[in-house]
C-alpha cells in the first residue's frame, strides 16, 4: 500500500517562508510526476507546482519566482521551498504523485494535505 506524508506547514507571516515536504512510502516500484496542489475551502483544487522524473518544473503563474520544487528521487520526496508568502496563498497543501507499484501499473497517489497559514 502506498502512502504519501506531507510535512512542514503551518502558521507564518506575509513575507515569511515554509518548506513543505511529501514523502511516498509503500511498494514503489517507479514514480513519474510528483506535484503540490492546493485548496480553499468552496474552490477546486488546483495545481501549484509540478516536477517530472526527469526534473522538468511547471508553476502556477501566481507562485513563479516565490515558490521552487524540487524531488529527491533516491529517497521518493518531493518538496515545495515557499518564499514571500502572501495572505492569499493560505490553503491544503495536497502532494500528488503519479507512481507504479510491484502490483499495479501507474496511477495517481494523494497524500492527506498540510494546512498552510499566511497572516497579514
Known amino acids: 500500500q502506498v502512502q504519501l506524508v506531507e510535512s512542514g506547514g503551518g502558521l507564518v507571516q506575509a513575507g515569511g517562508s515554509l518548506r513543505l515536504s511529501c514523502a511516498a512510502s509503500?511498494?514503489?516500484?517507479?514514480?513519474?510526476?510528483m506535484g503540490w496542489y492546493r485548496q480553499v475551502s468552496g474552490n477546486q483544487r488546483e495545481l501549484v507546482a509540478a516536477i517530472t522524473s526527469g526534473g522538468s518544473t511547471d508553476y502556477a503563474d501566481s507562485v513563479k519566482g516565490r515558490f521552487t520544487i524540487s524531488r529527491d528521487n533516491a529517497k521518493h520526496t518531493v518538496y515545495l521551498q515557499m518564499n514571500n508568502l502572501k495572505p492569499e496563498d493560505t490553503a491544503v497543501y495536497y502532494c500528488n504523485a503519479n507512481l507504479a507499484t510491484f502490483m499495479y501499473s501507474s496511477r495517481d497517489y494523494w497524500g492527506k494535505g498540510t494546512l498552510v497559514t499566511v497572516s497579514s
Open positions: 509503500g511498494s514503489i516500484f517507479s514514480i513519474n510526476g
